[in-house]
C-alpha cells in the first residue's frame, strides 16, 4: 500500500469541506541523551527480543522504562508481520500483551514515515476502535507511555465527557493516533469535526464485545470512512471468533494473518481459581468475611447486572468496606474517579459489570469474586484475569448457587481442565454484617 500516493489523491479533499481545517507545524521533541547500548538483553532461545525488531531509538528507550525485554507470545507471533505493514487478525484475551504489539507497530509506522509538509488538523493517521470508555483511555495511557520519547499525540474520544472539551484539544494539537469508542466517534463524524479519509493503520480492538454490545453497524460505518483495506492496514483482535466476526474480518481485511494465543495460556497458571458452592443467602457473608483477611489486598468483584452491582455496592460499604462501583450508567467522570481511587488503594474493592470491567488492567489485585456466574464462558476467563498479572499469584473465588451451577461445565471445557467445587470454609459462614 502506496501511504504518500493515498495522502496525495486525497488532500484536495480537505478543501472542500464545510469545516476547512487550520494547519500547524509541528515541532519536534529534544533529543534524549540514550542510546541502545544502555539496555542489554541477552538471547534466548525460543524467546523474541525487542531488540531483533529493528525498532527506533526513543521507542526502545521507552519499551526500556517499562520493563519490558521479550516479547510475549502474541507479539512474538504478530510484530515481525505488522512492522512489514501486513494485515492480522488475533484471537487473544487481555493481559496477552495484544496492546503494545498493536501500539508498536503503529508508533513504529508513523517515525517511519512522517508527514513531510504539514499535517492537517483533525485527520488521524492512526485509529483504534475500543468498545468500552475504560478499554480506550487503558489503551491512550499505554500508547503515551510508548511514545514518552516520541513527538506523537494521542487523543481519545469517549462518551459520557463533553464534547467540547474534546473537540477543543482535537484543534489545538494534530491527531496522530486516535483511540475511541464508537457512539462518540460517529457524533464527531457526523459533525465533520474528524475526518478519516487519510487513516493509514485502523485497529479494532475486542471485535466480540463490539458484537455484543450492539457497536458493529456503528462500526461498519466508521470503516466505509476510512481507506479501501488495500490502501490500509488493518489489525483485528477478538477473544472469540463466532461467524459474525469472521465474516466481518473478512470484510475489512486484506489477506490477513490470523493468530491465536488460546485461553488456557492466558494468566491461568498464577491463579488459584476456587468454586464454593453457596446458597444466594451464603454469598454476602461469605464475601464479607473473604475481604477482611488479612492476606486480602485490591480485589473485584463481578456482577452479572448493573443492579446486582449496586445492591452489593450499597451493603459493603453498609458493612464498613471500602468499595467502588462501576457500571455502563454512572458518569464518566464519576467512574474515572473511581478507577483512580482503586488504583491509588483509597478504597480497597471495586464491584463491576462486565462491560466495564474487562478493559480495566491494575497491579496488586490479588482477589477476584465472581458472585454471579458469567453467563458467558468468555467473560469468566476475562474477570479472573484482572489477578494473577505479570506471573504474580492472584486467588478467584466464584460462587455457584443453586440457580447457576449449571454454568460451569461451559467454563471448563472453555479452560480445558475441570473446577474444584467446595463448601467454603466454616470461618467464611459466620455472619456478622448488617442487612
Known sequence: MDHNSTQLSKKSQREGEKKPRKRRRRSKRPAEEW??????????????????LSLCDELMHAIQDLGYEYCSPIQQKSLPHTLQGKDITGKAQTGTGKTAAFLITAIQYLVKHPIQDEQFLC???????????????????????????????????IGGEKYDKQLHQMEQRVADIVVATP????????????????VEILVLDEADRMLDMGFIPQVKQ???????????????FSATFAQDILNL???????????????????????DQRV????????????????????????????????QAIR??????????????????????????????FKEGKIRVLVATDVVGRGIHIDGVTHVINYNLPEDPEDYVHRIGR?????????????????EAFQLPAIEELLGEKLSCTYPPESLLAISENA
Open 249 to 271: 474480518s473478512r470484510q475489512w481485511t486484506e489477506n490477513a494473518l490470523h493468530i491465536e494465543i488460546e485461553p488456557e495460556q492466558v494468566a491461568t497458571e498464577t491463579i
Open 35 to 52: 542510546s541502545l547500548s544502555n539496555f542489554q538483553v541477552p538471547e534466548a532461545d525460543d524467546k523474541l527480543r525487542f531488540h531483533d
Open 276 to 307: 464454593y458452592m453457596v446458597s444466594n443467602e451464603e454469598k454476602l457473608p461469605v464475601t464479607l468475611n473473604i475481604l477482611r483477611q488479612e492476606e486480602v489486598g485490591l480485589s473485584m468483584i463481578f456482577t452479572n447486572r448493573r443492579d
Open 123 to 157: 485527520e488521524p493517521r492512526v485509529l483504534i476502535i475500543a468498545p468500552t470508555r475504560e478499554l480506550v483511555i487503558q489503551i491512550a495511557q499505554d500508547a503515551k507511555n510508548l511514545c514518552k520519547y516520541l513527538d506523537l499525540q494521542i487523543h481519545t474520544l
Open 222 to 236: 466508521i470503516v466505509r470512512a476510512t481507506p479501501r483495506k488495500n490502501e490500509r492496514q488493518t489489525l483485528l
Open 387 to 403: 489477578t494473577g498479572r505479570a506471573g504474580v499469584a492472584g486467588i478467584s473465588i466464584s460462587f455457584a448457587d443453586e440457580t
Open 183 to 198: 457512539g462518540r466517534l460517529i457524533d464527531f463524524m457526523s459533525r465533520k469535526d474528524i475526518f478519516l479519509n487519510l
Open 312 to 341: 452489593l455496592h450499597e451493603k459493603l460499604c453498609k458493612n464498613g468496606i471500602k468499595a467502588g462501583v462501576l457500571t455502563g450508567e454512572i458518569a464518566q467522570n464519576k467512574r474515572s474517579k473511581t478507577l483512580n481511587d
